[in-house]
């Protein structure tokens, strides 16, 4: 199991952990289709998890319902028969959830070494990338995201009424609320400053994910790995 797989394993237990909370809300659901959408690993690890719930589940009611006195030939013909149904049914909900919430291709985009680069998106939206910068977006219904793979970029952004634009970079992910703001990487780091309006920037780590609001000109500096970041006033 690497890093990434081991992480997203334990996202999905917090999400389920969320959203079986008794005071889990509509915000939350939000965020957590915007997670699913994310990435398409997302939907399996949690799917994978469900899973095993189910199974649990599906044991335990078994048990409790076994008529008294039936022989252990007919116990263990019904058990692995009520999982494999409760199996069954994850795999038709991991199918429908695939086509529900993966967005559409992946666009990729690179600016030269020695040159920064300017691309208007699909929705007229204009990302500005630094020298050698690469960054993947994709378009899809409900979502416009963005991920920084390498370098930085600028986005200045479109209006997208229930399509939210939203970028992610290393373990941030970034929700635009104003117009213009910009995200880089750095060793360790994920940097994110704001220009026109502010931003949302949320933090995988922890019991739970953290969110911190990031008003017009300020920059959050944020270790990669961790809860730790400063804010500071942009330049």
Same mark, same amino acid.
């Given at each position: 199991?690497?890093?990434?797989?081991?992480?997203?394993?334990?996202?999905?237990?917090?999400?389920?952990?969320?959203?079986?909370?008794?005071?889990?809300?509509?915000?939350?659901?939000?965020?957590?289709?915007?997670?699913?959408?994310?990435?398409?690993?997302?939907?399996?690890?949690?799917?994978?998890?469900?899973?095993?719930?189910?199974?649990?589940?599906?044991?335990?009611?078994?048990?409790?319902?076994?008529?008294?006195?039936?022989?252990?030939?007919?116990?263990?013909?019904?058990?692995?028969?009520?999982?494999?149904a409760s199996l069954a049914f994850v795999g038709l909900?991991?199918?429908?959830?695939?086509?529900?919430?993966?967005?559409?291709?992946?666009?990729?985009?690179?600016?030269?070494?020695?040159?920064?680069?300017? +691309?208007? !998106?699909?929705? &007229?939206?204009?990302?500005?990338? @630094?020298?050698?910068?690469? =960054? /993947? %977006? $994709?378009?899809?219904? #409900?979502?416009?995201?963005?991920?920084?793979?390498?370098?930085?970029?600028?986005?200045?952004?479109?209006?997208?009424?229930?399509?939210?634009?939203?970028?992610?970079?290393?373990?941030?992910?970034?929700?635009?609320?104003?117009?213009?703001?910009? +995200?880089? !990487?750095?060793? &360790?780091?994920?940097?994110?400053? @704001?220009?026109?309006?502010? =931003? /949302? %920037? $949320?933090?995988?780590? #922890?019991?739970?994910?953290?969110?911190?609001?990031?008003?017009?000109?300020?920059?959050?500096?944020?270790?990669?790995?961790?809860?730790?970041?400063?804010?500071?006033?942009?330049?």
């Amino acid at each position: 199991m690497n890093r990434d797989d081991n992480q997203t394993r334990v996202q999905a237990a917090r999400w389920d952990a969320r959203l079986r909370a008794p005071d889990s809300d509509r915000r939350d659901r939000a965020d957590f289709r915007e997670w699913l959408a994310d990435d398409p690993r997302n939907v399996v690890e949690y799917d994978r998890l469900t899973a095993a719930i189910s199974l649990l589940r599906a044991d335990r009611q078994l048990t409790k319902t076994l008529p008294r006195g039936r022989s252990p030939g007919w116990r263990s013909f019904a058990r692995p028969t009520a999982i494999a149904a409760s199996l069954a049914f994850v795999g038709l909900a991991t199918t429908w959830m695939l086509f529900i919430d993966r967005a559409g291709p992946e666009t990729i985009l690179r600016a030269p070494r020695l040159a920064p680069s300017t +691309v208007e !998106l699909a929705d &007229g939206s204009r990302l500005s990338l @630094t020298p050698g910068s690469e =960054v /993947r %977006v $994709r378009f899809g219904q #409900g979502l416009r995201e963005a991920r920084v793979v390498t370098g930085a970029a600028q986005f200045a952004i479109t209006r997208g009424g229930d399509r939210p634009f939203v970028v992610t970079a290393s373990d941030r992910r970034i929700t635009a609320i104003g117009r213009v703001f910009a +995200v880089g !990487l750095g060793p &360790g780091q994920v940097w994110v400053t @704001t220009i026109s309006g502010g =931003v /949302r %920037v $949320r933090c995988w780590h #922890g019991l739970l994910p953290s969110t911190a609001e990031l008003p017009a000109g300020r920059r959050m500096i944020a270790e990669v790995g961790s809860d730790n970041a400063r804010i500071e006033k942009s330049i």
